[in-house]
């Protein structure tokens, strides 16, 4: 599953289409009308961990984008109008009928589409996956993409294994997003100390935004910390030392994503530790939820152990 500094990169693919039209769409996917984000503009991208959100508007800004692109002065406007359509002004755009009809808004706001990346979901930005490898059958089929959208440019975005639904507004709380550098360290601290395994609290997308399953199982062994151990049982700089990897690793990862270089893992996946000893692999999650695979290294991470009585 796509993590936190991958969606970030998804991101960075759909930013340079903010301030587009688009002009055609396809896809797959039965959880939209396509025809609602026909001639829409995209107006803002944002992320919250995993999730992606992009604003749609049925005009080529909201007010307060076009009071920006006054102040940046008449040579970005130029560029800008380079990169659209200059056929359809604000007041005539094509958007407008089906808007009427399709939404709650009006002309000066915009609707967000939400995409959430399952196992194998991505984004490209003016190119098409192909198959890597044949199926069972030996047929050799490329991935169907749930959504395309085409824009004014010539550009085009495809989406694969997504869900994707309407918002009215993106649900980002960047101080619980690990990638954020308004990430909120001594919050995220109380969370992880309470009497829970720590490697079910990490995974809690309400307080560790952005976590996966790779990143959970790295940072654990980078800091020395038994997957199960109870957060109220660790020591507080340990945990301390838990977050700042966390941020360090995730910020590292997401560097590496835009260089496309590989991220060199220290436990995930791998049969021994970087000492020489055995890992252990083991499903666990919270009693009802879903259970992912761990590995750890029971030498280097131990459990932390209720303090004797004196
Ligand atoms: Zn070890």
Known sequence: MPEGPTVRRFSSLVSPFVGQQVVKVGGSTKQIALQDVMGRWIHDCQVQGKKLYIAFGCCKTREAASADAQEQGDEEEEEEKSLCDPAPSDSSSPSTSHLSTASKEDDSSCTWLRFHFGLYGSIRANEIARAKQGNKRGDWKDPTPRLILHFTSG?????????????????????????????????????????KPVCITLMDQRHFSGVGNIIKNEILYLAGVHPLSLGSLVPADTLSALIDHAISFTAQWYRNKMQGEPMHYHIYMKESCEKGHKVVKESIGPPCGLKRLTWYCPTCQELAQPKEPT
Not at 155 to 176: A, K, M, Q, T
Request: aromatic share 12%; with cysteine; glycine share 2%.
């Open 155 to 195: 550009g085009f975005l495809v989406f694969y294994n997504c869900r994707i639904h309407w918002c009215s507004s993106p649900d980002v709380e960047p101080s619980c997003d690990i990638l954020s550098p308004e990430f909120d360290k001594k919050k995220a601290l109380s969370v992880l100390s309470a009497p």
